[in-house]
């Protein structure tokens, strides 16, 4: 079993459970929001990316949606 599983959430994130280490196209290291699981934007519409916050619902997005 990997110490580390990323999990595609139907019409949503990416949930990544386990420890990881975010690091920025600057390579920089992201603080990450919590410790254990993470959910990371698929849908390109959040304001806090590389994470969800939520903004996929209220537009109605789904996994036929390219991301943007
Ligand atoms: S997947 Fe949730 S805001 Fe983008």
Redesign the pocket.
């Known amino acids: 079993m990997a110490d580390i599983t990323i999990k595609v959430r139907k019409d ?2 990416y949930e990544v459970r386990g420890e990881i280490e975010l690091v920025g196209a600057d390579k920089n290291i992201i603080p990450l929001q919590h410790e254990g699981v993470n ?8 304001k806090t990316k590389p994470f ?6 209220e537009l109605g ?1 789904n996994d036929e949606t390219p991301a943007e």
């Open positions: 949503g994130p959910f990371l934007c698929r849908c390109g519409h959040s969800c916050d939520g903004t996929h619902k997005w």
